[in-house]
């Protein structure tokens, strides 16, 4: 057979063209091919009060689980076990060696007590300030997050090292009468003390780490997006908090929630739009406010 040929006005033959047909055959694949959601402009009074709401509830369901003292002593001791088997049980060696240096012990501990509240906050009001198209599907990572390590503590209640039966480890909170620490001193009771498995300390600053790095220009703070995690694991070690393996519990839950808002954007935070643009009210929609994304940044 010879090439397909068509009649123009005058009669003579012309073959499709090649672009036509490349488009024809691309735009059921362009179809399928969902685009991601369109954010909306965060509401500040909304999203103070939905903060502050599911802190309270994060708290109480957290310090609801059954503390289970005997089954987070066995966990803690098959961890403890588990890594010296892999050869990384060194938590006890880096707890002795930074406690021996008082001014560096406290500072870990005030550290331990406050910046994981401190940045965390700061990091979300940063992103609703300069980046509200982002704001929501980094806010739904950490609240995915956190819903997540909820589960985790009700399934596999763990001591910390600090309350570990026949070891050495140094509750330095005690040893030093530092202010903070919501599972030592003064606020034990108001803290379920068995709640070590994944350490949130270090799923909270890994999203934050992780945002500063992808969405901030200045290299000085992708630098402190990379240095801010990582010091907070030396200090959940150094103050006998949590184990290495905690760690990696707290990472793979930030894992999931950033699948969970990937399932849900269709993007990762950092490829969603920087900025979102407030359209007019539309009376054909009812009066429903529309926004469209502003230029990818």
Not at 150 to 172: C, K
Not at 285 to 295: E, N, T
Request: with cysteine; proline share 7%.
């Amino acid at each position: 057979m010879g090439e397909a040929t068509v009649k123009t006005l005058e009669g003579r033959a012309a073959t499709p063209s090649p672009i036509v047909e490349d488009e024809a055959a691309e735009s059921p694949v362009r179809s399928r091919t969902r685009p991601p959601r369109t954010p909306a402009r965060p509401s500040i009074w909304f999203e103070v009060m939905l903060i502050a709401v599911s802190y309270w509830t994060y708290s109480l369901i957290r310090n609801a689980v059954p503390e289970q003292k005997s089954q987070a002593m066995r966990n803690a001791d098959w961890i403890w076990q588990l890594e010296q088997t892999l050869g990384i049980a060194v938590e006890e060696s880096v707890n002795h060696a930074v406690n021996s240096v008082t001014w560096l012990i406290v500072s870990m501990n005030y550290y331990y007590a406050t910046l994981h509240f401190v940045v965390t906050i700061s990091v979300l009001v940063w992103l609703y300030r300069v980046h509200p198209g982002r704001y929501a599907a980094a806010r739904l990572v950490l609240f995915a997050t956190t819903g997540v390590a909820l589960v985790g503590y009700y399934l596999y209640p763990l001591a910390p090292p600090r309350l570990m039966n026949g070891q050495h480890f140094i509750d330095t909170v005690l040893v030093h009468d530092t202010w903070g620490s919501m599972a030592s001193g003064n606020f034990k009771n108001m803290s379920n003390q068995y709640a070590a498995m994944p350490s949130m300390h270090i799923g909270w600053s890994v999203w934050s780490g992780v945002i500063i790095f992808a969405m901030a220009t200045a290299p000085w703070a992708k630098i402190l997006g990379v240095l801010y995690p990582t010091l907070t694991l030396v200090v959940i070690v150094a103050t006998a908090n949590h184990f290495w393996l905690d760690a990696v519990g707290g990472v793979l839950c930030l894992l999931f929630g950033f699948a969970v808002s990937y399932a849900w954007y269709r993007a990762l935070p950092h490829r969603l739009p920087q900025l979102v643009v407030e359209l007019p009210r539309d009376p054909g929609a009812g009066g429903v406010r529309r926004f469209l994304p502003a230029a990818r940044t």
